[in-house]
């Protein structure tokens, strides 16, 4: 009896250990044929927004950035930051990798910008800064709001990877209290 339950513990380990290293190549999801399928989005990096903070509002201030040239790009500004209503600013087509945007803002503002890529706005994506902020918070030097900045990057490339590792101890712990309760039944 011992012999089916070691064969019995030592299979369920193997089809879990066999699960954790499965699942991640299965999610990666089917794998496409170079030229094939839809292109690869282009990167978009803000490069500066300036001035920021402003000497006193009204005020103009250039958001000034990279992408691939052929796309439209547009700015947009929330006034107040997080609770006014989003509307566009200004916008250009790309056509030398580069985008310089001006807008003139009232008050303390949360731009964005965005852009479309591809015939008939085959799909649009968003802009962020090298530090991964999507949201860039233009204030003035005379305003100390507190609480108020860049919205809070969230996410995180490990989280399947983290799932997959709870699972598998889910199981294997599983395996383990039916084997250990099996064993002491047949004591």
């Known amino acids: 009896m011992r012999s089916r339950v070691r064969k019995f ?14 699942l991640p190549m299965s999610a990666a ?8 399928g839809a292109p690869a989005e ?6 500066s927004t300036t001035p920021n903070p402003v000497d006193a509002f009204p005020a103009d201030v250039t958001v000034k950035g990279t992408v691939q040239s052929g796309v ?16 566009a600013l200004a916008s250009q087509d790309v056509t030398d990798g580069t985008f310089s945007l001006t807008a003139n803002l009232s008050g303390d503002t949360n731009l964005s910008v965005n852009f479309t890529h591809g015939t008939n706005n085959a799909y649009t994506a968003g802009c962020a800064t ?3 902020e999507v949201v860039v918070l233009v204030k003035s ?19 399947p990877s983290y799932v997959l590792i709870g699972i598998a101890a889910i199981v294997v712990g599983a395996v383990l209290v039916v084997a250990a309760r099996r064993r002491s039944q047949l004591s």
């Open 72 to 87: 439209h790009i547009t700015l947009y500004g929330q006034t107040p930051p997080g609770t006014g209503t989003t509307v």
């Open 29 to 36: 999801g089917a794998q496409t044929v170079p030229g094939e």
């Open 141 to 159: 030097n005379q305003a100390s709001k507190a609480g108020a900045g860049a919205l809070a990057f969230t996410g995180s490339s490990d989280t």
């Open 9 to 22: 513990v030592g299979l369920a380990a193997m089809g879990a250990l066999g699960a954790l290293f499965a």
């Open 130 to 132: 090298p530090g991964g």
């Open 42 to 47: 282009p990167s978009c990096v803000i490069v």
